[in-house]
């Protein structure tokens, strides 16, 4: 679904472009094409934390014993956990807020856009929780 978002976002704003340099702009094209992009980030986050491991300094963590690089990447996916949560908690009273803010040319409410942060951030705290459980469930195996 994310391809999908990002084709039509990319679709959507460069028709808009060549349509208004032809001087018959699209004007709900953009509307439309902010909120794909929308869901198009946090709905990608979410794919992007799913199927991969967090950036980390090597030449830090390979210093450290097995135990302990258990432990550090647990506390970092805590220290994430806390931030998404805090991201769906401010999230729903935004999107609740910006629910008679209208975009101008579809006629929805812009909640449809600010939704994307907190039930994406939602979705993120799952794979997280995910990760969380299988690290802490895996055997430390020493040398590694």
């Given at each position: 679904?994310?391809?999908?978002?990002?084709?039509?976002?990319?679709?959507?704003?460069?028709?808009?472009?060549?349509?208004?340099?032809?001087?018959?702009?699209?004007?709900?094209?953009?509307?439309?094409?902010?909120?794909?992009?929308?869901?198009?980030?946090?709905?990608?986050?979410?794919?992007?934390?799913?199927?991969?491991?967090?950036?980390?300094?090597?030449?830090?963590?390979?210093?450290?014993?097995?135990?302990?690089?258990?432990?550090?990447?647990?506390?970092?996916q805590i220290?994430?956990l806390a931030?998404?949560?805090?991201?769906?908690?401010?999230?729903?009273?935004?999107?609740?807020?910006?629910?008679?803010?209208?975009?101008?040319?579809?006629g929805i409410?812009?909640?449809?856009?600010?939704?994307?942060?907190?039930?994406?951030?939602?979705?993120?705290?799952?794979?997280?929780?995910?990760?969380?459980?299988?690290?802490?469930?895996?055997?430390?195996?020493?040398?590694?």
């Open positions: 679904m994310v391809q999908v978002f990002l084709c039509a976002v990319v679709f959507l704003v460069f028709s808009s472009a060549i349509c208004r340099t032809l001087k018959f702009p699209i004007n709900w094209a953009i509307d439309l094409s902010l909120l794909l992009f929308a869901w198009t980030v946090f709905l990608g986050a979410d794919m992007a934390l799913r199927n991969t491991d967090l950036v980390n300094v090597d030449m830090i963590i390979k210093q450290l014993s097995p135990g302990a690089r258990k432990g550090l990447y647990i506390l970092w220290v994430i931030f998404l949560a805090s991201l769906v908690l401010y999230g729903i009273p935004l999107s609740l807020e910006s629910s008679k803010r209208l975009f101008q040319t579809l409410s812009y909640s449809w856009a600010t939704i994307s942060v907190p039930v994406g951030s939602f979705l993120m705290m799952i794979s997280t929780g995910i990760k969380i459980y299988k690290a802490a469930k895996t055997p430390v195996v020493k040398g590694k």
